[in-house]
């Protein structure tokens, strides 16, 4: 099984970019991670910005492969546990399918990409930066397998 996030918006922090670098590393060999940027739709003065959601949503569409299961990273989604993330992996395994894990542009995502979703991941009720959601994904995904390995990693 591989993941990739799929996500809205290009250069992270260099912080930012050092972290989601480290847990990708880590998690190479349980679920490998590819990280896909798409460009964030034309906003500003004049423009359209729900043209500009709809526009990243067709992008996000675009990159999720065949037989994928997707996961929308979405405020109004279900909020899991280190632990229910490391069952939900566990379900995901038997599934046999891919994973592709979506973070929507600044609005949010567009109504096709939710309704494409098959489930909705909240990370809390905190609002937070998009890039920062990478390296937070990134992080809990490492951890949900470090459960699910038993390694000592997740100490709570």
Known sequence: MR??????GERMPGWVAE???????RLSHELPLELIELRPGARGKGRD??????DEGA?????IPRDTHVIALDGRGK???SEE?????????MAGRDLAFLIGGP?????????????RWSLGPLTLP??????VLAEQLYRATTIAAGHPYHRA
């Not at 993941?3 to 809205?8: G, N, P, S, T």
């Not at 972290?19 to 590393?25: D, I, M, P, V, W």
């Not at 993330?85 to 395994?93: D, E, P, Y």
């Open 130 to 135: 998009h890039m920062l959601v990478r390296l």
């Open 3 to 8: 993941a990739r996030l799929i996500a809205v």
């Open 59 to 63: 992008a996000m569409l675009a990159a």
């Open 19 to 25: 972290g989601f670098a480290e847990y990708r590393k």
């Open 49 to 54: 910005d729900a043209r500009a959601i709809l």
């Open 107 to 119: 609005d949010g995502h567009a109504p096709d990409v939710l309704a494409r979703a098959e489930q």
């Open 85 to 93: 993330l490391a069952a939900q992996l566990g379900q995901w395994r």
């Open 79 to 81: 909020s899991w546990s």
